[in-house]
């Protein structure tokens, strides 16, 4: 299109770059001050406390880590979107101050609200680990009601926003034309001439990454390889454990049992540390999963099953389940996809601690 544009004269004139120095003195007039983020602070705080008193403390440092990593990326956020530039878009000063201050403040409500959320997103799992009953139904419905919240005020927030700017825009003011036609490839601005790492898009509502600058491309590169690290690993041991034979296993090897199954670590528990070891038919409750998978048909991974730290390597499809009770460490529930393994495994293990006794 750009070529077509080019050998047909089809260009339009460019307009000189126009700086209203009032505008960019008063460019942050109506953003949300700083203190709006206190409430989101105030639940890093909670989620930080909560995940220190996991009884796993494994667990509790993933996610006390993953609390501090949210809240330090909307705080710079909110740096990026106080420092944006701002340009005379309409030519109108009028009109141009008030498409700013729109696009600051829905912007710093968006960071402010979506900040808050995403936290208490992780505070209500992690008082879900220690509720039962009525409660424990409560806190799911919230974490279900938050999630929609979110995703609608997200789209509702910026739509408006949208359509805002255009109404400004139209009929009074004239779109000035910049010339950056030649900068815009494949949906993504590319300019190595512009020193900004963010820039806003051409009316201002969304916000994208310069590829131009060697810092933009490489954040856009760990991002995508991010994302396919993330896709792959989780198709792949997704699909391990629906069409491998032996995608969850548990096998004694010399005077330790090694269970393993996909998407968590493996879990070595040493014969001597053993205290019982049964055969049940059905998973206490309640269980909270911490850190793994826990779908209609596999529970693997950390869980909290009745209070007390766990792993587990389940098949919900298959009995009976094979419980682990050891001193020190977590109980261990495991089925392997064919019950006579699952059997087998308790018989070698039921004959190993009475010859070691």
């Given at each position: 299109m750009r070529q077509l544009i080019l050998a047909n004269g089809w260009e339009l004139p460019i307009d000189p770059i126009r700086i209203d120095t009032k505008l960019v003195q008063a460019k942050n007039k109506r953003m949300l001050p700083w203190y709006s983020l206190v409430p989101a602070g105030i639940l890093l705080m909670i989620s930080l406390y909560q995940a220190w008193h996991l009884p796993d403390l494994s667990t509790g440092y993933l996610m006390g880590g993953v609390s501090l990593a949210i809240f330090a990326?909307?705080?710079?956020?909110?740096?990026?979107?106080?420092?944006?530039?701002v340009r005379g878009i309409s030519g109108d000063s009028a009109i141009d101050q008030h498409i700013n201050d729109l696009t600051k403040r829905y912007w710093s409500l968006l960071i402010a609200v979506t900040c808050t959320i995403t936290l208490l997103l992780l505070t209500v799992p992690l008082a879900s680990m220690s509720a039962t009953g009525a409660?424990?139904?409560?806190?799911?419905?919230?974490?279900?009601?938050?999630?929609?919240?979110?995703?609608?005020?997200?789209?509702?927030?910026?739509?408006?926003?949208?359509?805002?700017?255009?109404?400004?825009?139209?009929?009074?003011?004239?779109?000035?034309?910049?010339?950056?036609?030649?900068?815009?490839r494949y949906g993504f601005y590319i300019n190595p001439n512009d020193a900004r790492l963010f820039v806003p898009d051409r009316v201002g509502m969304n916000i994208g990454i310069n590829l131009g600058k060697r810092?933009?491309?490489?954040?856009?590169?760990?991002?995508?390889?991010?994302?396919?690290?993330?896709?792959?690993?989780?198709?792949?041991?997704?699909?391990?454990?629906?069409?491998?034979?032996?995608?969850?296993?548990?096998?004694?090897?010399?005077?330790?049992?090694?269970?393993?199954?996909?998407?968590?670590?493996?879990?070595t528990v040493s014969l001597a540390d053993i205290e019982?070891?049964?055969?049940?038919?059905?998973?206490?409750?309640?269980?909270?999963?911490?850190?793994?998978?826990?779908?209609?048909?596999?529970?693997?991974?950390?869980?909290?099953?009745?209070?007390?730290?766990?792993?587990?390597?389940?098949?919900?499809?298959?009995?009976?389940?094979?419980?682990?009770?050891?001193?020190?460490?977590?109980?261990?529930?495991?089925?392997?996809?064919?019950?006579?393994?699952?059997?087998?495994?308790?018989?070698?293990?039921?004959?190993?601690?009475?010859?070691?006794?």
């Open positions: 990326l909307f705080i710079y956020l909110w740096v990026i979107i106080s420092r944006l530039p409660l424990s139904t409560i806190l799911l419905l919230l974490f279900v009601v938050l999630v929609v919240f979110l995703i609608v005020f997200t789209f509702f927030l910026l739509l408006d926003l949208r359509k805002k700017q255009d109404q400004l825009l139209e009929p009074a003011a004239q779109p000035r034309y910049y010339g950056e036609d030649a900068y815009w810092s933009g491309q490489i954040v856009a590169g760990i991002t995508a390889v991010f994302l396919v690290v993330l896709m792959v690993g989780t198709i792949i041991p997704m699909y391990r454990l629906d069409f491998a034979p032996d995608a969850i296993t548990g096998e004694v090897q010399g005077q330790e049992v090694t269970f393993d199954a996909p998407m968590t670590g493996k879990t019982t070891v049964e055969l049940i038919e059905a998973l206490p409750s309640p269980r909270v999963r911490t850190m793994g998978v826990g779908t209609a048909s596999y529970q693997i991974g950390k869980f909290t099953v009745a209070g007390e730290p766990a792993r587990m390597f389940v098949d919900i499809n298959s009995t009976p389940i094979l419980k682990v009770t050891t001193k020190d460490g977590p109980t261990v529930f495991y089925t392997n996809k064919k019950a006579a393994e699952t059997t087998d495994l308790y018989e070698e293990l039921v004959q190993k601690i009475s010859s070691a006794k």
